[in-house]
């Protein structure tokens, strides 16, 4: 059903024929193990609301119904997730955005990366936080993890490089993923960042499936 050599050397796929829930569920199973939601569900549905409507901390709460800048998925955990699919319906002519973190950085100089990989973060989500750095490192690959709105700068290395990365994750040269009613697609979230794209005129109910994957 995917090739999961191109899916990691890409760092993401769409994937025809998932029409449902239990289609993307299934692609889920075929790629890794699949994680449940706070509410015991497996795929959560992901719509529009304002900023006054949001659930606090969400991206909504900060954006609104505008575009959401490219970040990973749960940097909030101690390991992000590693796959995150995405099934869209409805009004579809917002796209989802994709960038790798290869192509994040393509024309950042030494220096910057320098002072990335030395950089610290705290993550706050809640009433929880911790310190981390923005590598990945486990028995599988390495990767990063990026998320400019829950990652924040706590030491001299961060601070410095904060404006740039906020500026990085804003580009509009990104990959756009446009949805059909059959259309999904697998990220692999430890080395490829993704958005929402901006809205158009008159948007209609533009809903989002995700599911996680381990």
């Avoid at 400019?148 to 509009?172: G, T, W």
Wanted: charged share 25%; aromatic share 10%; with cysteine.
């Amino acid at each position: 059903m995917i090739n999961m050599s191109e899916l990691h050397e890409r760092g993401w796929l769409t994937v025809d024929d998932i029409s449902s829930k239990e289609d993307l569920l299934e692609l889920g199973r075929a790629i890794g193990t699949p994680v449940l939601t706070p509410n015991g569900e497996y795929v959560k549905e992901i719509r529009r609301f304002s900023a006054e409507q949001a659930p606090p901390e969400s991206q909504s709460s900060i954006y609104g119904t505008g575009r959401f800048p490219l970040h990973n998925d749960t940097v909030f955990w101690a390991t992000p997730v590693k796959y995150v699919l995405l099934r869209g319906y409805g009004d579809t002519r917002r796209p989802t955005t994709v960038m790798t973190f290869e192509n994040l950085f393509r024309q950042c100089d030494d220096h910057f990366m320098s002072l990335f990989r030395k950089s610290i973060w705290r993550v706050r989500t809640g009433k929880s936080q911790f310190y981390c750095s923005p590598i990945l490192n486990n028995d599988e690959s390495r990767g990063w993890r990026l998320d400019v709105d829950l990652m924040h700068p706590a030491n001299a290395s961060a601070k410095q490089i904060a404006p740039k990365l906020r500026e990085l994750v804003n580009r509009s040269d990104t990959n756009n993923l446009i949805w059909n009613d059959s259309t999904a697609a697998v990220i692999l979230n430890w080395t490829t960042l993704h958005g929402r794209g901006t809205q158009p005129k008159d948007e209609g109910e533009r809903v989002i499936e995700r599911l996680y994957a381990r």
